[in-house]
């Protein structure tokens, strides 16, 4: 079991081809799962050592079921990451062309990044939601009812079908993030260039609940490089924070900041401080915005006059 990982499949998945990246994979047993869910089940229940799922993506954001997956239900922790870029084909079966689609199928994320193509290249195409793009691809070569799947090149190869175009995405820096996610236990030692994900639950919504988390932060200097809500499933509008932030559980400054978020918070659960290797610098890119020349007390009235 100790050698053994489940990763979100069929064969031919970005997670697959991931996975195959990583050092832990060589000589392992990697089982495909179905969907996010089961691979981080097979985890809980024991029957496989840990699972490799995305968690986000540089062009459509983060991955909501992982999210979810890890912030709800029994603990899990992340031992490691990795990121891959992605590119994105357009496959179909032997015979068919680009003039003959009327339907496609791939995952929701991936139709998110090829939206722009899709529109130019095949407009009206009724694009229909897969659990995993290779999934698209493997349902399709045993005859679904759709013309073309959106997944990797790779998938091709494995499923028997022709790549119609290549490079389809509509952003040429996509960006995949995947985390390696196993029972508490297995927690790593501190490199030095390290990450820690949380998830962060409120005793109420009230003013500044998010201002006195975030403060915890930076007055101790840690850097978030990941902050995002979602919902807590108990009542409309009630949300938990999932964030990363830049360093280690054994890192001063962060158990400082951990104590401190441990008094105000509901409940604080840690998912892990593992090796950072998300293709970012420690401290990230100076993003170059263009702001208007207009002065932020004429910007002010003119938006409550509804002006540009």
């Given at each position: 079991m100790k050698?053994?990982?489940?990763y979100?499949g069929p064969?031919?998945?970005?997670t697959e081809a991931a996975f195959l990246q990583?050092?832990?994979?060589?000589?392992?047993e990697?089982?495909?799962?179905?969907?996010?869910?089961?691979?981080?089940?097979?985890?809980?229940t024991?029957?496989?050592?840990?699972?490799l799922?995305p968690?986000?993506?540089?062009?459509?954001?983060?991955?909501?079921t992982?999210?979810?997956e890890l912030?709800?239900?029994?603990s899990?922790?992340?031992i490691?990451?990795?990121a891959?870029?992605?590119e994105?084909?357009l496959l179909?079966k032997?015979?068919?062309?680009i003039?003959?689609?009327?339907r496609?199928?791939t995952h929701?994320?991936?139709?998110?990044?090829?939206?722009?193509?899709?529109?130019?290249?095949?407009?009206?195409?009724?694009?229909?939601p897969?659990?995993s793009?290779?999934?698209?691809?493997e349902?399709l070569?045993?005859g679904?009812?759709?013309?073309?799947?959106?997944?990797?090149v790779?998938a091709?190869?494995?499923?028997?079908?022709?790549?119609?175009?290549?490079?389809?995405?509509?952003?040429?820096?996509?960006?995949?993030?995947?985390?390696l996610?196993?029972?508490?236990g297995h927690a790593?030692?501190?490199?030095g260039?390290?990450?820690?994900t949380?998830s962060?639950?409120?005793h109420?919504?009230q003013?500044?609940?998010?201002?006195?988390?975030l403060?915890?932060?930076?007055v101790?200097?840690?850097?978030?490089?990941?902050?995002?809500?979602?919902?807590?499933?108990?009542?409309l509008?009630?949300y938990?924070?999932?964030l990363?932030?830049?360093?280690?559980?054994?890192?001063?400054?962060?158990?400082?900041?951990l104590?401190?978020?441990?008094?105000?918070c509901?409940?604080?659960?840690f998912?892990?401080s593992?090796?950072?290797?998300?293709?970012?610098?420690?401290?990230?890119?100076?993003?170059?915005?263009a702001?208007?020349n207009?002065?932020?007390?004429t910007?002010?009235?003119?938006?409550?006059?509804?002006?540009?």
């Open positions: 050698n053994s990982f489940a979100l064969k031919g998945t970005f990583m050092p832990i994979a060589q000589g392992a990697l089982i495909p799962a179905e969907s996010v869910r089961e691979a981080l089940n097979l985890v809980r024991g029957k496989v050592f840990g699972a799922v968690i986000e993506n540089s062009v459509e954001g983060s991955v909501a992982t999210l979810d912030g709800h239900g029994d899990l922790e992340i490691d990451e990795i891959i870029p992605v994105f084909a179909a032997p015979g068919v062309s003039s003959d689609i009327k496609i199928a929701p994320h991936a139709h998110a990044q090829c939206v722009d193509w899709l529109h130019t290249n095949i407009p009206g195409v009724h694009v229909l897969a659990m793009t290779a999934a698209a691809a349902e070569s045993v679904a009812n759709y013309d073309a799947a959106i997944c990797s790779a091709a190869k494995h499923y028997g079908l022709e790549i119609l175009a290549q490079g389809i995405g509509d952003s040429d820096s996509a960006w995949t993030r995947f985390v996610v196993s029972k508490p790593q030692p501190s490199t260039n390290d990450k820690t949380l962060l639950f409120m109420r919504n003013p500044g609940a998010l201002l006195n988390i403060t915890e932060f930076a101790r200097g840690v850097d978030l490089s990941r902050l995002e809500s979602r919902p807590t499933k108990q009542q509008g009630d938990f924070f999932s990363d932030c830049v360093g280690h559980i054994d890192d001063e400054n962060l158990g400082d900041a104590i401190e978020l441990r008094r105000i509901a409940d604080v659960k998912l892990g593992y090796p950072r290797h998300d293709n970012a610098s420690a401290h990230g890119e100076v993003i170059d915005v702001k208007s207009v002065d932020p007390q910007w002010l009235e003119n938006l409550r006059q509804r002006k540009s």
